[in-house]
């Protein structure tokens, strides 16, 4: 016969809060469940006691959103960037905030910056324009050898799209603003080494995390730097990006295209110059997405090492900004 | 002092006769030059004493072009596909045919291809008509290992695709005449296999050589055997291409798009169907140009072997027809 009152008193269920808006949220859901049997999950806004809550899963919170909690063993963001969090004033900043660390986005944003970098690389655009005037008007075109592609940025996200490039013989050279050296890779570091850095990209990539000191870094002061024609794809944020110095760069000639997956709206009002404007390419914040099947298990395994008082990775650093 | 008597007889110098139409024909001759400074190189229609020359790099040569020669000791292609060479009947059978083997055709065919995979799996197309409509529709795209790339043919070329689509996560599969394994590639083998091969290629990718067995391989019978919105990619030729056929394919829907570089004529007739299609896309023949600086190298390289008869790689077997 068992004796049931020598049972351990079973340890208190952690509490996940999934307030996320403008994504799938019966996948989520779906997922975390399948990946964190042992969880409770709760869905904004049915919150119950507020204070039971130990983690939030969020994206695009309401203002005030954060004000209503107790004390939150962390923070989770369902995407790679944290600007929006970190700029919330109601979270607590004894409060861990942890980026999403999903690992299907690095190979999504290095296929994404491939495919525009061989694009440019080997002139279809042209080759377009062509077919439709039919013309049949063959180039030679460079090896990959005698293209340099610059990478802004050398987070996880810069870092798999310098690796594939390399691995398609590009010459990569990297700018960080602390020296995070790559194999490959020529390597820039910090505001000193920047216009070396620019001097030499016929493609340039920026990957940064948007803080107040990358605000507005690509300006015409910078697409000036540039060798003349070269092609811009932004996939930080939108906030990166001086708009009308990209129409300006664009009619200067020292830019000849852009691609950007990421604008200082989204989606951009009906009315902004980039839809209609041919040499600029828009994709909808696609690049790398956040996929609910191995994102969910990214973040159920943190909450389990945190319950564990184990360490976990992607912890923002809140004064530097990602 | 020296007994002139005593010296050996200089051997004769090797004459190759340039042949190549359409071809930026300074920069060829730089180059072979460069690269071959002990042999002759004469330059069509300065051929000379006929009976002297032992090379011939050719290309869209007139008919009847052959008939004025001695015993030559090889024929370069100055392309890697050599079927025109082999429906001129004026070559004489003991003659050998080489292909062109420039090092710089695999990477760039490689790359040609992945833009052109990476371009449909991630949408590029929809995403592009979007934007001309102001409408922003982001949506998950699958991983790369969630899409099937069939090769079609597994020659250096095809081999070269299939490595670098697989080294990008694809799930590659190929199919070739004879059992030609490849690691990382599902193989398929022989006319038998065929259909299980199509059964699930989502893209296409045509890079067999143009022999009797293959002309007009591309036909609707074939593209039924697709799933269904799949892209065709042809980098072979123009002949493997039964081109009514395509625009059946993309009516019925079992195809979505296709990619050319290549075209039964080229360029195609101003009044061809495919000019204005917007489901395909024309590229004039740039797939893997020949560069002269390597190639150039490989054909003195040869020339060089066949003199101290070594034996060189890249003889085509005429009754298999590469």
């Known amino acids: 016969m068992i004796d049931a009152s020598a049972a351990p008193l079973p340890a208190k269920r952690p509490v996940l809060l999934f307030a996320c808006f403008g994504v799938n949220q019966e996948l989520w859901l779906r997922w975390l469940r399948h990946h964190g049997p042992d969880i409770e999950i709760r869905v904004w806004p049915q919150i119950g006691l507020a204070s039971e809550i130990d983690y939030v899963l969020a994206w695009e919170v309401p203002d005030g959103f954060w ?7 962390a923070i989770f ?15 607590p900043v004894g409060v861990e905030i942890v980026r999403m660390e999903d690992p299907s986005l690095e190979p999504a944003m290095a296929e994404y910056v491939l495919l525009h970098v061989l694009h440019h690389h080997r002139d279809m655009g042209r080759y377009a324009a062509d077919q439709r005037q039919r013309l049949w008007r063959p180039a030679a075109s460079p090896l990959a050898s005698e293209r340099t592609v610059g990478i802004l940025g050398l987070g996880r996200l810069g870092r798999a799209c310098a690796e594939l490039l390399v691995t398609l013989g590009f010459d990569v050279r990297g700018w960080s603003r602390t020296a995070n050296p790559m194999s490959g890779v020529t390597a820039f570091v910090g505001p000193g080494e920047l216009d070396d850095f620019l001097s030499r990209c016929e493609v340039l990539v920026c990957t940064l995390a948007l803080t107040p ?11 000036r730097r540039l060798p003349k024609g070269a092609l811009l794809i932004n996939v930080g944020r939108g906030g990166h990006l001086n708009e009308p110095d990209l129409t300006t760069a664009l009619d200067e000639g020292c830019l000849a295209g852009a691609v950007l997956d990421v604008l200082s709206a989204e989606p951009p009002p009906q009315d902004h110059p980039f839809w209609s404007d041919p040499r600029i390419a828009i994709t909808p914040h696609i690049s790398a997405p956040t996929r609910p099947q191995t994102a969910a298990q990214t973040v159920i395994a943190k909450i389990d090492r945190i319950e564990r008082s184990a360490p976990v990775s992607g912890v923002v650093n809140r004064s530097q900004g990602y």
């Open 213 to 223: 000191q990358t605000r507005g870094i690509l300006d015409l002061a910078l697409f």
């Open 67 to 73: 004000a209503q909690f107790g004390a939150l063993k």
């Open 77 to 91: 963001s369902l995407g790679a960037g944290v600007e929006r969090l970190l700029l919330d004033k109601d979270i």
